[in-house]
């Protein structure tokens, strides 16, 4: 079970650092795209730089994510959650999160 937590119920906080980090990085990364234009650094070297520097920035906000949240569930690992319905009733879901995927995206394999 993935643990309630202040972090989660109030997570206006965190969703304002999470797209302020991500604007920081997107940042971050068109300036580094025109440095590697600029240099005439070869496409695809530029595009396999940028990819790494993107990792980079990504375990920077899941190091984040997971400091607040927790470490998410691996893909096949089963976990449970319960919620409060629109109407206000108690809901009770378990499954994996490619399980909780097809569900809210109605996807049918």
Known sequence: MYPESAHSSLSSPLNALIKKKLREHALILRRSAASLRDAGVSEAD?????????EMLLREVYGIMTSTLGVIPKPDEKFSWDYIDKDGKVGHWEGTPCEFYKVCHNVHV
């Open 46 to 54: 530029a595009i396999s730089s940028l990819r790494a520097q993107k």
